[in-house]
Each structure stands twice: as C-alpha cells, then as structure tokens.
C-alpha cells in the first residue's frame, strides 16, 4: 500500500499588500474546455519546507525567491475527442498528464470535479495500456472551499485483460494464466488547514492550504483455466 501526502495552497484574487484575511474559493475555478493550464516548476533545494506549518490562519508563506526550471502547459480538451471517450460518458473534460501519452477523464458538476480514470499505462510498470475506471469517481476538488472543509473520498479500479497480452513476468509466474486482473483501490482524506498568503515572483496571493492524504493499494488477481 502506497501512503501519499499532498500539501497544494488554492490561490484567490491578488494583493499587493500582505492580507490575512480568510478567504472562499468557488466554482469559478473548475477546469472548462478551452483552457489552458500554465505551470512553472521550481525545485530549489528545501524551498517547499516553508509551507510546512503547523495549522491555523493569518499564516505567510515566502516562495518570492522561486526560479523556475521547468515550464509546462496543460490544454483542457473535449472528452469527446480521446480514444476512449465511450467508457466515459459523464465526462466533461479530458486532459494529458506532464510527459504522458495517458488520457485522463474527469467529471466536472457545479460543485465538484471526479476522476473518473484514464486510458494509458498501467500503474505497475507492466507496459500494458488499459483502460482503467473508477467507481465511484474519486473527487478531487469540490466547491465552495473554505477553511476547515474536511472531505473523504474513496475508489476501485477492476481492469482484466487476457494472458496472450501480459508480459513474460507474469506468464513466467503462471504458466497456465487464463487472463489477469488489476486491482486498486484509492482512499483520499483531503482537509483545508491553514490559510494566509503566498509570495511568489508574480506577486502576493491570499490562498487556502489543503492538505491532502491518499491510500493506494494494487493488486493483481490470476484466473486458470480448470484442468481436464
């Protein structure tokens, strides 16, 4: 089981003075078809301890001395133009991770978005691409959000595919495998702990943290044709 740890910070409006007033992040957020996502990736050794704070409002977080080494920009599509849009019918928007072929199907209501899975790499390094689907979506963000919001989400993955597909390493293991079956289940706890401002080299920010933990689990379950 894998155990992850997200801290990400909600930016909101911008301020050229220091506010540490507590603030609401709406729907006017969400990811829409036609949109354009650009990020810029720092990674200057121990910058990102600084958001590590203990949880609680009125709080300033100094990134300002940031440098960007990486930039990358994530087009938001109609989920209707990827090759696996027909396993997702309540879909609204379709993406493609950084540095990935997968196509990623999200589900975007007034006050939610879904993962609702991807077509692309399997999760254990098999080198298969399948079709992976959650049930139900697993959230990823939700609106309104504002200071104290707790949330809980959980998700299973059932993906089975035949044996003349898999890999040596799993015919190696069961000579006689009829067909395979990936197994993965998700449980998120996402809670809003802190709130304040951010300084990056854009400016000053008012932003909600969210802190953000995930149990992953993957399994892979083998049928066998019966002898005889």
């Given amino acids: 089981m894998k155990h992850l740890v997200i801290f990400c910070l909600f930016v909101w409006g911008f301020s050229a003075q220091p506010v540490t007033a507590q603030i609401t992040i709406t729907n ?10 650009h990020y810029a990736f720092g990674n200057q050794p121990g910058a990102i301890n600084q958001i590590f704070t203990p949880p609680g409002g009125g709080q300033q977080w100094d990134l300002s001395g940031l440098q960007p080494t990486q930039y990358w920009n994530q087009i938001i599509n109609n989920p209707q133009t990827g090759s696996a849009s027909g396993a997702f019918p309540a879909a609204s928007i379709l993406f493609k991770p950084v540095n990935s072929g997968s196509e990623e199907y999200w589900q975007v209501t007034g006050n939610q978005v879904n993962e609702l899975g991807y077509y ?17 979506g697993l959230e990823q963000s939700w609106a309104p959000i504002a200071f104290f919001d707790i949330h809980q989400s959980a998700s299973n993955v059932l993906t089975a595919f035949d044996a003349p597909i898999a890999p040596p390493v799993l015919l190696n293991l069961v000579p006689t495998a009829d067909s395979f079956r990936i197994r993965v289940t998700y449980q998120r706890i996402a809670s809003i702990d802190a709130y304040g401002t951010l300084a990056i080299p854009g400016g000053t920010f008012d932003v909600l943290r969210k802190k953000q933990t995930e149990y992953k689990s993957i399994a892979v379950d083998v049928k066998v044709a019966p002898l005889g």
């Fill in 120 to 136: 692309g790499l399997d999760p254990i390094g098999l080198g298969l691409n399948l079709l992976f689907v959650k049930l139900p």
């Fill in 28 to 37: 006017s957020v969400f990811p829409v078809v036609g949109d354009t996502l």
